[in-house]
């Protein structure tokens, strides 16, 4: 089955890295993503990876995937102010043209202090 | 270029009624999915449309039901509102039903009292 699961709350100073987790059990996902929803707003793909990469830089974010524990983690350096909001986990199933679902984990609230 | 547009952005409903959301994609985007959001499930696939037809479905009672029009618009229902239906619902479009490409609309929030 799918289940998705992340810590609820992470609380950084400005400027630290800030290291969110996420755990997901079914093996045959094929994408695994990174969300961020501020107050008020929709979700923002923040970035994504496919399941035979290790790892993916974008600038402040890393995501490191390690598949035999099924373990997700998304790396922001330098964390700053605007980088306060609920960031979600979410995989899907499936390949090219297709469609599947996202299952999404229930987030994350990263608070930034100054 | 427009970003994805749900409308109305707000609701309130009474329980019993029966509610009608809208969702207008990117242009050119012809999948669109739903999602529900609540403190307690999170979030949760309602269905995907793509080309006028539904090609997939969550674990949603009939009570929520969609469509799709020719201009790749969308729509969800849910009637007989329930105390429960109380939610964010967010729609994401894509061209072609890649998740990697969705974008996602801000929301309609459906208060039922």
């Known amino acids: 089955g799918e289940d998705v699961e992340q810590s609820l709350f992470l609380s950084v100073r400005e400027g630290d890295s800030s290291v969110i987790n996420c755990t997901y059990t079914d093996s045959s996902s094929t994408y695994l993503y990174w969300y961020k929803q501020e107050p008020g707003a929709g979700l923002q793909l923040l970035t994504y990876?496919?399941?035979?990469?290790d790892m993916k830089q974008d600038q402040r974010l890393t995501v490191l995937l390690n598949k035999k524990d099924k373990h997700l983690s998304l790396r922001i350096a330098d964390t700053q102010t605007g980088d306060s909001a609920i960031y979600f986990c979410a995989e899907s199933i499936g390949s090219g043209g297709s469609n599947y679902k996202l299952t999404f984990g229930k987030g994350t609230l990263l608070t930034v202090n100054p | 270029k427009a970003g994805v547009t749900q409308t109305p952005r707000y609701l309130i409903k009474t329980r019993g009624q029966q509610v009608t959301l809208s969702c207008s994609p990117i242009s050119g985007h012809r999948s669109v999915s739903w999602y529900q959001q609540t403190p307690g499930q999170g979030l949760q696939f309602l269905f995907e449309?793509?080309?006028?037809?539904?090609?997939n479905k969550g674990n949603f009672p009939g009570r929520f039901s969609g469509r799709q029009f020719s201009n790749s618009r969308s729509e969800m229902n849910v009637s007989t509102l329930e105390l429960g239906d109380s939610a964010l619902y967010l729609c994401?479009?894509?061209?072609?039903?890649?998740?990697?490409?969705?974008?996602f609309g801000q929301g309609t929030r459906l208060t039922v009292v």
């Open positions: 994401a479009s894509s061209m072609q039903g890649k998740n990697t490409e969705a974008f």
């Open positions: 449309y793509f080309s006028e037809t539904q090609r």
């Open positions: 990876i496919f399941s035979n990469m």
